[in-house]
């Protein structure tokens, strides 16, 4: 595929398999999979391993696991105590009950791979598990930072391990296509008239492509009923007083399958007085990059993004899928050395947390309806954000707020993890689904593309509609004086 002006092209075993609940004990701990049986660990739920065979492939000798260029860095691993606290919250080890995937587990292997351990198909198995949800980093009183960690460890993988034909195929398709909303784009016309023509209820009827392709099915499934939006203006001037100058980051899922919640976030936004700026050519901030170890196109969106943004002159940068903001907030580190990198992460701000340091300016209806707020793993655990989002819902008139239970526990999507490995992020889906049923809530509010399509879609397939929103189509409805039912219609699908 070329490159085109929006969608910019970034620039640029031998050992044994290592045994489960090596080094720890970790049955007691073994929580029940969704469906509460505590069988054999790896026939229900098991991950497919994206690929990965089961057995080490030892037949070319050992390889360590780790070169120099950013290995897991040992300081980190040495914070971890050990103690445990972080395994209940662990997604992959409440499936599976296995210490090698749970946080603890899973830096037991870096640090082997440190001391010399080859990069055997085990290790990698265990680290492509990981939904890289952060649930750990939240739950951990010594402070270790698992998310530096695996994202160095992936980074070595992607490098140095070499993949099946399968899951290489799998992972070209899925980073030649989502981090260029374009290309994504291009998809909905086809996506659109496949909806429309009953022929994606035909395909879901037979269960074919589940059994043929698991991971297709799975991104069928997730695929949102499409609305048409117009694309936004590149100025929105502020209702009003002039509060603020700032920018919004499209995105690349958001904008092809979502543009309603762009257009939701800048009316807001302009609403509580700021000036929108929506930079054409933005590209994609290399969030899904950097989160499978794909360092140097990370590097480069990043790079992009920063020139986008700094040559539109914005006092913020204002993120609304948390994925992307959490990514973006660590740009110092993905581009060290690099000045402009630490000043842009600065200004970045998720939506909820620059409309509540602004303070409300304009009026918000009511809005009678009782809503279940999810916490999106990035935006909660990577970002720290949980009481601006609820905060923002207590300010509208007659709308209720109810929590969820487990509300650490990821709901499965995870960037593209739901793709490269379908059944156990189905599973957390059912989960997560329902606990938020559980809630009686009408709508569930969340604040990631991913969550809301991860969570309707497991609604679906326990046979309940659930409709989602986003935070800023619910403060949208609000300041627009609509009714509950403009949310209520939307059921993700
Ligand atoms: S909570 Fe922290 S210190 Fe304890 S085992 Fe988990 S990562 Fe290690
Ligand atoms: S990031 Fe999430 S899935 Fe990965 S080890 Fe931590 S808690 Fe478990």
Same mark, same amino acid.
């Given at each position: ?316 940068? =204002? ?125 569930? =509010? ?48």
């Amino acid at each position: 595929m070329t490159s085109t002006p929006e969608d910019p092209q970034p620039s640029a075993s031998t050992a044994p398999s290592v045994p489960p609940n090596a080094g720890f004990q970790a049955g007691d701990g073994r929580a029940p999979r969704p469906d509460g049986s505590r069988g054999p660990t790896r026939d229900i739920g098991a991950p497919a391993t994206g690929g990965l065979i089961d057995v080490p492939r030892d037949v070319l000798g050992p390889v360590a696991a780790f070169d120099g260029e950013r290995p897991p860095r040992r300081e980190i691993i040495d914070d971890c105590v050990h103690c445990g606290f972080c395994l209940s919250t662990c997604p992959t080890y409440v499936l599976w009950g296995e210490e090698m995937d749970s946080p603890r587990g899973r830096i037991h292997l870096m640090k082997q791979g440190l001391e010399g351990e080859p990069m055997s198909a085990s290790l990698v198995q265990h680290v492509d598990r990981c939904l890289g949800c952060m649930s750990c980093v939240t739950a951990c009183p010594s402070g270790v930072r698992y998310d530096r960690l695996i994202e160095d460890t992936r980074g070595q993988v992607e490098r140095r391990f070499d993949r099946t034909a399968r899951d290489r195929a799998l992972r070209s398709l899925i980073f030649a296509l989502f981090p260029y909303p374009r290309r994504l784009k291009v998809l909905r016309g086809p996506l659109r008239a496949y909806q429309r023509s009953g022929l994606q209820r035909l395909v879901a009827r037979s269960g074919l492509l589940e059994r043929l392709a698991p991971s297709l099915a799975t991104l069928d499934a997730l695929a949102p009923r499409l609305r048409t939006v117009p694309p936004p203006p590149r100025l929105i001037p502020a209702r009003g007083t002039r509060r603020a100058v700032v920018g919004v980051l499209t995105g690349c899922v958001q904008s092809a399958f979502f543009p309603d919640v762009n257009a939701a976030t800048i009316r807001v936004l302009a609403a509580e007085g700021c000036d929108v700026i929506v930079p054409r050519a933005q590209g994609c901030c290399g969030a899904l990059s950097v989160h499978n170890g794909r360092l140097a196109e990370a590097q480069a969106f990043a790079r992009r993004i920063i020139d986008t943004f700094d040559r539109a002159g914005v006092d913020h940068v =204002v993120v609304n899928a948390a994925g992307c903001g959490s990514s973006m907030k660590e740009y110092a580190d993905l581009l060290p050395g690099d000045q402009r990198a630490a000043a842009f992460a600065a200004r970045v701000r998720d939506l909820s947390e620059i409309l509540v340091e602004l303070g409300p300016a304009a009026v918000r209806h009511p809005l009678p309806v009782t809503v279940a707020y999810h916490d999106a793993c990035h935006l909660a655990h990577a970002q720290g954000v949980r009481e601006q989002p609820r905060s923002l819902l207590a300010q509208v008139p007659e709308l209720t707020v109810r929590e969820i239970g487990d509300p650490e526990i990821c709901c499965g999507s995870a960037g593209v993890w739901n793709v490269l490995d379908p059944e156990p992020a189905a599973a957390l889906g059912e989960r997560k689904a329902r606990t938020v049923l559980d809630t009686g809530a009408a709508l569930l =509010v969340t604040a990631n593309p991913g969550c809301l399509m991860q969570i309707s879609t497991a609604a679906r397939r326990l046979g309940r509609s659930l409709p989602v929103a986003h935070t800023a189509a619910v403060l949208d409805a609000s300041l627009r004086g609509l009714p509950p039912q403009s949310l209520l219609g939307k059921p993700g699908r």
